[in-house]
């Protein structure tokens, strides 16, 4: 059974803090890791990473991928408050036939003004 | 509109009953997904589907049935609700394949007295 673990799970800052957020998992036949942020509606996407050590690069968010290690962080530099959010590690396996995502429960950012 | 739409966006329901929630995408995407969503659980699969009328159980497929007669729509009926069921639910879309992320739609608060 495919099994992925979120650290902290939740975690309170101030404006300006860094934060590192942890996926590690479990799964059968890897294919990605994604990662999702969550306010209070759908989760939307933010990262996929398939390949270890590249680091994937949005504004102040970036992400970076251990496939030996079966584990993925997510930083935030110089946060905001509207990086509150519950941040979802997902990883896509094959296990079966198909395509699915097996989530973690996410880790709950609040940030503080 | 494009995307990925649900409704009812709010469900109030008695145990016994059936119900249905609507999902319905606008990207020809060829997979579709049910989760529902609960503290301390996370998003959990209920069912997905590659196709038309091609769908397979995810975690947490009791108690629900699913059907996808057209590639846009994917409805999830509870056959006979129960208070366990009380939930918010996402429907999510993707065009399949390696590397290709899931987009949500607003999800569906589903309450069961």
């Known amino acids: 059974e495919d099994k992925v673990v979120q650290s902290p799970l939740s975690l309170v800052v101030h404006e300006g803090d860094t934060v590192t957020l942890n996926c590690s998992y479990e799964?059968?036949?890897?294919?990605?890791l994604l990662w999702y942020k969550q306010e209070k509606k759908a989760p939307t996407f933010l990262f996929m990473l398939?390949?270890?050590?590249i680091e994937k690069k949005s504004g102040r968010l970036s992400s970076i991928l251990d496939k030996k290690e079966l584990f993925s962080i997510l930083n935030i530099t110089a946060t905001q408050t509207g990086d509150s959010a519950v941040y979802l590690c997902a990883v896509e396996g094959s296990g079966g036939s198909n395509y699915k995502l097996t989530f973690g429960k996410g880790t709950l950012l609040t940030v503080n003004p | 509109d494009a995307g990925i739409t649900q409704s009812p966006r709010y469900k109030i329901t008695e145990t016994g009953r059936q119900v249905t929630l609507m999902c319905h995408q606008t990207?020809?995407?060829?997979?579709m997904f049910w989760y529902r969503q609960d503290l301390g659980h996370g998003l959990r699969l209920i069912y997905y589907?590659?196709?038309?009328?091609?769908?397979d159980k995810g975690e947490v497929p009791d108690g629900y049935v699913v059907s996808r007669s057209k590639t846009e729509n994917f409805p999830l009926t509870l056959e006979s609700a129960t208070r366990s069921q009380t939930s918010v639910y996402f429907c999510?879309?993707?065009?399949?394949?390696?590397?290709?992320?899931?987009?949500f739609g607003p999800g569906t608060r589903l309450t069961v007295t």
């Open positions: 589907s590659a196709a038309a009328d091609i769908t």
């Open positions: 799964v059968t036949n890897f294919r990605s």
């Open positions: 398939t390949s270890s050590g």
């Open positions: 990207w020809s995407h060829s997979y």
């Open positions: 999510a879309s993707s065009d399949g394949g390696r590397g290709s992320e899931q987009y």
